[in-house]
Each structure stands twice: as C-alpha cells, then as structure tokens.
C-alpha cells in the first residue's frame, strides 16, 4: 500500500501569512495527488486535483505543487475561513489512501 | 446542480447490518467512478471502498474487506454499501465520492455501533 505522510501535523498561523503543507508518498504515484479541506461537522471540499490543478470556484491563494513523490499546497495568503484540516490522497493505485491531515489554527 | 446525498445511516448493535444509499444527481451517474470514505470521531479520513462506472470492478480497504460490499444501481443513479458483521470500530461518518480525485462529496450519513 502507498503510504501518505503530511508535514505538519498542525499550524498555526496569521491572517495574511504564506503557508506550505507537504505531502509525501512512499511511492512514486505521478501526479495523482488530490488536496481537501475540512471544516468541523462538513464534508471535505475539493481544492486540487492532478497535484496542481485547481478545483474550479477554489480561490487562486491555492496552489498545488509537486510530482513523483514530494508535493506541497500553499496557501499564499491565509484569509480567516481558511481555518480548517487539510489532507491529501493518493488515486495512483487501490487502495487509495489519505495523509493523516494538517490542522491550521488561527495564531 | 450537481449532488450527492446519502442517507441509511443509524444505529446497530454489533454483528448486525445496515445498508447505505447515496443518491447522485445532476451529472451523468453511469459514467462516473464512485467511492465510500469514512471519518471516524475525532479521526482522519479512510477510503473504504470503490466502484468502476459499470459495477465490473470494486475494490475494498482490508480493514472492510469480507464484511462490505459496495453496490451501484446506474437505472436509478444510486450508490450503495452493505455493511455487514459491524464493529464498533465501524462508527464513523460514511461519504460518498465520485471521480477518481472525489471532486464531489456528500454530506455524510452516521454509523454508530453500539450494544
């Protein structure tokens, strides 16, 4: 199984801050790399897809980034409902899997 | 506008079963690859199980495998997952997805194993 392992566990951060999530794959999984968002008691949102095309209706402060194993989302510049848990996830191969998430907290 | 709506969730004793619907519309469901995902309390997410647009291939995580089955009905664009044998380590959230990077999702509907 491919393994996704997300750096850091948990943020915090500023209104108006640049901030970088990584994700790594324990395999090579190409560019399929997904990136959600997360809010308490909401289904996750779809933010990126094919590690660096932006869902449509996502703000242009995302991006994503990133190929092969090593890819990052950054938001540059965090806007107050940006607040919330991201994660990413692998469809290169069954079973699919999700890194553990990255909690970003209002400093 | 394009959605997805689950629903069959509840309460169980352990060892019983429950099936899940999820309910698509606004797009063309028999093209679509579709997935159940999990969340259980306080914890991240978890694929559970996968479906291809014809219902010819599933996949399944190990931790379901045996004891789920992930259905489609392309007449009616609807979603399903039998759970069967359910443990209270099955409590969760359960959401349907769709598309291979899960551009959609629904609400969610609750599991909640317990004696």
Known sequence: DIQMT???????????DRVTITCRASQDISHYLAWFQQKPGKAPKSLVYAASTLQSGVPSRFSGSGSGTDFTL?????????????????????????????????? | QVQLVESGGGVVQPGRSLRLSCAASGFTFKTSTLHWVRQAPGKGLEWVASIS???????????????????????????YVQLDRLRSEDTAVFYCARAAYMDVWGKGTTVIVSS
């Open chain 2, 53 to 79: 647009y014809d219902g010819t291939n599933k996949y399944y995580a190990d931790s379901v495998k045996g004891r789920f089955t992930i259905s489609r009905d392309n007449s009616k664009s609807t979603l």
């Open chain 1, 6 to 16: 997300q750096s850091p566990s948990s943020l915090s951060a500023s209104v108006g």
């Open chain 1, 74 to 107: 950054t938001i540059s510049s965090l806007q107050p409902e940006d607040f919330a848990t991201y994660y990413c996830q692998q469809y290169n191969a069954y079973p699919y899997t999700f890194g553990q998430g990255t909690n970003l907290e209002i400093k």
